[in-house]
Nanobody
Framework: VQLQAFGGGLVQAGDSLRLSCAASGRSFSTWVMAWFRQAPGKECEFVASISLSGVTTNVADSVKGRFTISRDNAKNTVYLQMNGLKPEDTAVYYC???????????????????WGQGTLVTVSS
């Protein structure tokens, strides 16, 4: 599967952004999808994941209540709606795909074999 993330940009604290990740290749509905982020000088951090059907999600505590992950299997796209952005949300955001149907339960990057190129989100104070 090939993944392409887009939608990042420069915003002010409190603003919203929606990231999208378009997938091509094997049937999208067979991939567990996730978003990770990496801030400058920091390790890659789990943000959110979503099951094959989209019914179940897993969201990091650091963004819970502000970020929502969703997917549209008909459009081969996964989204990350980010509200109430904070300067500490500044990072490159990556979408990732896993063929393990249970991967959405876990927050480590090693569960995901396929990664997009990343999109930069910068939040100014």
């Amino acid at each position: 599967v090939q993944l392409q993330a887009f939608g990042g940009g420069l915003v002010q604290a409190g603003d919203s952004l929606r990231l999208s990740c378009a997938a091509s290749g094997r049937s999208f509905s067979t991939w567990v999808m996730a978003w990770f982020r990496q801030a400058p000088g920091k390790e890659c951090e789990f943000v959110a994941s979503i099951s094959l059907s989209g019914v179940t999600t897993n969201v990091a505590d650091s963004v819970k209540g502000r970020f929502t992950i969703s997917r549209d299997n008909a459009k081969n796209t996964v989204y990350l709606q980010m509200n109430g952005l904070k300067p500490e949300d500044t990072a490159v955001y990556y979408c990732a795909a896993s063929s393990n149907v249970g991967a959405y339960h876990f927050t480590t990057s090693n569960w995901y074999a396929y990664w997009g190129q990343g999109t930069l989100v910068t939040v100014s104070s």
